[in-house]
């Protein structure tokens, strides 16, 4: 089940809500637990069960090593901790990356192998991600162990940011799980949040992608230099407003059941740097990443030599979380290569260029995007070489010009909404002198983007969500 879905929007989420409101205020916890259990057991009944066995593992690793650190046991605590980390990054490994480790033994030792061709349960990297984190702060004593199995498990499986993020940890919510205030201001800005997010997927993403196949699964070897652009810019545009759209319906979601998760992004095709990119970008994942690898590796912290080989391996480990494929390793030693650039020398001449800087990141922010959307990599050196325009196939076609203008009203839109024209503007701030009237546009806007959002999803057969498959 996904959020833009009609049986989602009309007949899950009411349900949900009119139960939630209905109980008492000490069995909510229950109730979203209820409800984000069939949730996620919809498509996938079986693999329920490791999402669980994950909760309990962790629920008892905490009061673990909660109970050890108060009996001043440090070194049995750190053997849980030590355990927790090996079985969860075991599953994971089990379930993401046993192909791709077989292919590559397959490979290299010329041996047949048979893969285990078993499916990837939805959503593993993050909910793995979010009890890791809970038992590092239970450790750190940054946390303390919750005791209360259903608000852990509340936490753990909570569906509105369970399959795709953004990634919450324990620490930031843990005052939530147990007493939460829901006011009518909280929950209509939850609505407004997911009808805005959902207008980005339905409206912006689904058709820029529907751009990006037409030209993606096209001959690659007779792209000219302009289609394969046009292409990368429209897949670019996809899972920005995919992903961003998924993390506004989430944060929307929890407002309604009042939860307030950080937010995901930040325009990040505004950025003027590679580094300022990625605190825009997924910003739970480079938080996480940060605060439970870079930050316990050293961080800056001694010296700059290492400082670098602690960003190579983060981008290392962040392109590998991405997918068991070499472009997704690729993709982030790419990344990193660029970072540890950026951080030697570049940044600080970037900064006198604010022009020259934000084409210098865009571009090759659209460039990471074409290595991150192919898994072979075959496709992946035809794809940028028909932008370099090395194909023979020559900088234009006719096919480029008929895209362009059949999709200019999406790729205008696109635009404008990757950029935060309207955030900040004093003309806009100064139109709330006539509240009645804004508020009536306002109201007037969402019930317009809701109904086309919901006429193309009825409308429409293509609706992939693309960070579901991590």
């Known amino acids: 089940?996904?959020?833009?879905?009609?049986?989602?929007?009309?007949?899950?989420?009411?349900?949900?809500?009119?139960v939630y409101f209905a109980v008492p205020g000490r069995l909510r916890n229950f109730v979203l637990l209820f409800f984000s259990l069939i949730f996620y057991s919809w498509g996938e009944p079986v693999?329920?069960?490791?999402?669980?066995?994950?909760?309990?593992?962790?629920?008892?690793?905490?009061?673990?090593?909660?109970?050890?650190?108060?009996?001043?046991?440090?070194?049995?605590?750190?053997?849980?901790?030590?355990?927790?980390?090996?079985?969860?990054?075991?599953?994971?490994?089990?379930?993401?990356?046993?192909?791709?480790?077989?292919?590559?033994?397959?490979?290299?030792?010329?041996?047949g192998l048979p893969l285990l061709e078993i499916a990837l349960p939805i959503g593993i990297s993050f909910y793995t991600f979010q009890t890791m984190s809970y038992t590092f702060d239970v450790y750190r004593k940054e946390v303390s162990a919750q005791k209360n199995i259903i608000r852990f498990a509340t936490y753990v499986t909570m569906f509105p940011q369970l399959v795709a993020g953004p990634i919450v940890q324990y620490k930031d919510i843990e005052p939530q799980l147990a007493l939460r205030n829901i006011t009518i201001n909280g929950f209509t800005y939850g609505i407004k949040r997911f009808v805005a997010g959902l207008s980005k997927k339905v409206l912006l993403a689904n058709q820029a992608g529907v751009l990006w196949e037409q030209i993606s699964r096209s001959s690659l070897e007779s792209l000219t230099a302009s289609e394969a652009w046009l292409g990368a810019v429209a897949f670019s545009f996809q899972i920005y407003f995919d992903f961003s759209g998924y993390s506004d319906m989430a944060v929307g979601l929890g407002e309604m059941f009042g939860f307030h998760f950080k937010e995901n992004f930040n325009y990040p095709y505004c950025a003027k740097s590679i580094t300022e990119f990625w605190r825009r970008w997924h910003i739970s994942l480079g938080a996480w990443f940060r605060e439970y690898v870079y930050i316990p590796l050293g961080g800056n912290r001694k010296g700059t030599g290492r400082q670098l080989l602690n960003i190579f391996i983060v981008w290392c480990l962040t392109g590998f979380w991405h997918g068991a494929s070499w472009n997704f390793v690729i993709w982030g030693l790419y990344f990193g290569v660029l970072l540890i650039i950026e951080k030697a020398f570049l940044l600080k001449w970037l900064s006198g260029h604010k022009y020259f800087s934000h084409l210098y990141t865009i571009v090759l922010v659209i460039i990471s995007w074409v290595i991150f959307a192919f898994d072979d990599s075959s496709n992946v050196c035809l794809y940028l070489k028909a932008m370099l325009g090395v194909h023979g196939s020559g900088l234009f076609s006719s096919s480029a010009g008929y895209y362009l203008c059949s999709n200019a009203a999406v790729l205008t839109a696109c635009t404008i909404g990757s950029i935060h024209i309207f955030k900040g503007n004093r003309r806009?701030?100064?139109?709330g002198a006539f509240r009645p009237a804004v508020c009536i546009v306002k109201l007037a806007a969402y019930a317009v983007m809701f109904l086309l959002s919901v006429g193309f999803l009825v409308g429409d057969t293509y609706n992939p969500f693309l960070y579901f498959r991590f």
């Open 1 to 18: 089940m996904v959020f833009s879905s009609t049986l989602f929007i009309f007949f899950f989420l009411p349900t949900v809500l009119l």
């Open 428 to 431: 806009l701030e100064q139109a």
């Open 47 to 111: 693999y329920i069960l490791i999402m669980l066995f994950s909760t309990m593992f962790d629920y008892v690793n905490g009061l673990l090593i909660g109970r050890f650190q108060s009996r001043r046991r440090h070194g049995a605590a750190k053997a849980v901790l030590l355990s927790s980390v090996i079985v969860n990054l075991g599953i994971l490994g089990f379930f993401k990356y046993n192909n791709f480790l077989i292919e590559n033994i397959n490979a290299v030792a010329g041996s």
